[in-house]
């Protein structure tokens, strides 16, 4: 079990690479935010285009700002993901909303650097993917839902968000998509199931705790409806695939 190091200085730089410089300035150049913090989210480095996102200073950030402290971010980056991460695992967060900075929706990737085994830093890179604009309604119910995805399925915050009255928000969203809202939001609750599914590192119900599902609950028999195997099968056929 890789370990994170121990006692790192919040703001200490060391590196696992021969010229830590070297790295440092290709972060700086880097048109997209970047930072660099301790395996316990303190922020130690955060590039030119991170700091002009955030509107900050180096000195505002490095060894006072915890990323991972943050409520946004922690509405987004569950702890249960963070621990894949300080196991070695590089981890895709999709569309992050972030009303801070530009207010943009980023897809978050997250990377730990290692030294000897262990993990000292880790690096979150932020890629715009989406941003705020004028929406349809569908389009502001998609996004609550993309944004909801963790809690329950409730058709009435769904129907408030796009803004449109309920007699015409169900026709009107099935005909965009394809999809009833509860089978749209059904699809991403199984997307992110089986992301947790694949993971070594989780139990089979820590996988389902970081989706807010409980193995022996109704969503395990709609999982197996769509996808056509059991969470079982489905979990022993992923992990068998991670191995090869």
């Known amino acids: 079990m890789i370990k994170a190091w121990q006692n790192i200085s919040d703001t200490d730089f060391r590196l ?23 395996p316990d989210g303190i922020v130690v480095f955060l590039n030119a285009a991170g700091r002009a996102e955030f509107g900050v200073g180096p000195e505002e950030v490095t060894g006072r700002y915890n990323f991972f402290k943050d409520s946004e971010v922690a509405s987004a980056i569950r702890v249960g993901e963070i621990k894949r991460v300080l196991a070695g695992e590089t981890v895709l967060f999709p569309s992050v909303k972030f009303s801070f900075g530009s207010g943009a ?54 129907v408030s968000a796009s803004g449109l009255s309920k007699a015409h928000f ?14 749209f939001y059904t699809d991403i609750k199984i997307a992110k199931l089986k992301e947790r599914l694949s993971d070594a590192g989780l139990s089979l119900e820590e996988a389902f705790a970081a989706c807010n599902l409980s193995v022996g609950g109704y969503f395990a028999r709609v999982f197996k409806r769509v996808t056509g195997v059991s969470v079982v099968e489905y979990r022993k056929s992923a992990l068998r695939s991670e191995k090869k």
């Open 16 to 38: 696992p690479l021969s010229d830590p410089e070297v790295f440092k300035k290709s972060l700086e150049k880097l048109p997209i935010p970047v930072h660099v913090h301790t």
């Open 105 to 158: 929706y980023r897809d978050v990737t997250v990377f730990p650097l290692m030294e000897k085994g262990y993990v000292t830093h880790v690096v979150v890179v932020q890629a715009p993917c989406r941003v705020h604009k004028s929406k349809s309604e569908i389009e502001r119910a998609k996004e609550f839902l993309f944004e909801h995805w963790y809690q329950k399925f409730d058709l009435n915050c769904v």
């Open 170 to 183: 169900s026709r009107l969203f099935k005909t965009s998509t394809g999809k009833t809202p509860y089978e």
